[in-house]
């Protein structure tokens, strides 16, 4: 158990919807990661927060916001889903700074039909 | 662009051989992490070298780190069926701590 914790752990919705995962960040680490796995990308870094301030964004769409609140929780929203958007999304959190490892949840596996 | 590149993509071994993975990268690190993923679970890191570190151990896992030809290795010994998984290295660029994954190494390990 990393002590990240991500719900829900599936989910199933249709084109055109929307989307809300939920990440609770390991007690005490400020950095929490989005990152998204899919069967023809690989493993992509999607964005980063700090301390409720955005840090570093990667290969993530426009249709897709997160935010890190004051409780240093994350949601990551998804908008106008495509069947391309179908993957597993993980969450990771670390103190912060290059030389702290990640700690991954287990992931939302979301279906988009 | 992804920035670590494992080799091989898939490997098989039987338990008790030893598995050697490679992982290349672009530009000039400050570290570079390696983490192994159970199928369809959250990664799980499993060690960290700095760029001024050639080889660090940890447990049955030894990895490498050559900075000038930008390549690292993860070598497990004496392997158990409980080490399938997949592998993937992440080099840490200058001024980031953002993971930058490989498309992974793919090990199975047979009783």
Known sequence: DSGVTQTPKHLITATGQRVTLRCSPRSGDLSVYWYQQSLDQGLQFLIQYYNGEERAKGNILERFSAQQFPDLHSELNLSSLELGDSALYFCASSAGGETYEQYFGPGTRLTVT | ?111
């Not at chain 2, 071994?13 to 159970?38: D, F, H, P, V």
């Not at chain 2, 992440?90 to 047979?110: E, S």
């Open chain 2, 1 to 111: 662009s992804q920035q670590g590149e494992e080799d091989p993509q898939a490997l098989s071994i039987q338990e008790g051989e030893n598995a050697t993975m490679n992982c290349s990268y672009k530009t000039s690190i400050n570290n570079l992490q390696w983490y192994r993923q159970n199928s369809g679970r959250g990664l799980v890191h499993l060690i960290l070298i700095r760029s001024n570190e050639r080889e660090k151990h940890s447990g049955r896992l030894r990895v490498t780190l050559d900075t000038s030809k930008k390549s690292s290795s993860l070598l497990i010994t004496a392997s158990r069926a409980a080490d399938t998984a997949s592998y993937f290295c992440a080099p840490i660029l200058h001024n980031t701590d953002k993971l930058i994954f490989g498309t992974g190494t793919r090990l199975q390990v047979f009783p």
